[in-house]
């Protein structure tokens, strides 16, 4: 008897969350005009050659624990980049990929 009343609870806030997530509005993403707080603090990062790019982010692609992927923009050309955070990183892929100009130096 002493866990019917925690377990009721637990169903009644359920309900209450599963409710309230569903009459939520969706995001509408606006290119250029995304609130911070959705996206990691690096808007930048440095080329072998020294040179900074620097980006700014359009979009979420996924969210994974192991991968986080979104859509952003270099600042320079406006050119549309993938920005890609992982746990491990393979250099030598990344070497090859941008060897072939599928990522940057």
Not at 30 to 35: A, D, E, L, T
Not at 51 to 69: G, N, R, W
Request: hydrophobic share 40%; glycine share 2%; charged share 30%.
């Amino acid at each position: 008897m002493k866990a019917a009343r925690p377990l009721y609870a637990l169903k009644q806030a359920i309900t209450e969350l599963m409710q309230w997530y569903t009459e939520l509005e969706p995001i509408k993403w606006v290119v250029g005009r995304q609130p911070s707080f959705l996206f990691p603090h690096f808007t930048s990062f440095i080329q072998d050659n020294g040179e900074e790019i620097k980006f700014a982010y359009l979009k979420p692609e996924f969210l994974l624990p192991s991968c986080t992927v979104f859509f952003a923009e270099r600042e320079k050309d406006k050119k549309e980049v993938v920005v890609k955070f992982v746990d491990t990183y393979n250099a030598e892929a990344h070497r090859y990929t941008a060897d072939h100009e599928l990522a940057p130096k």
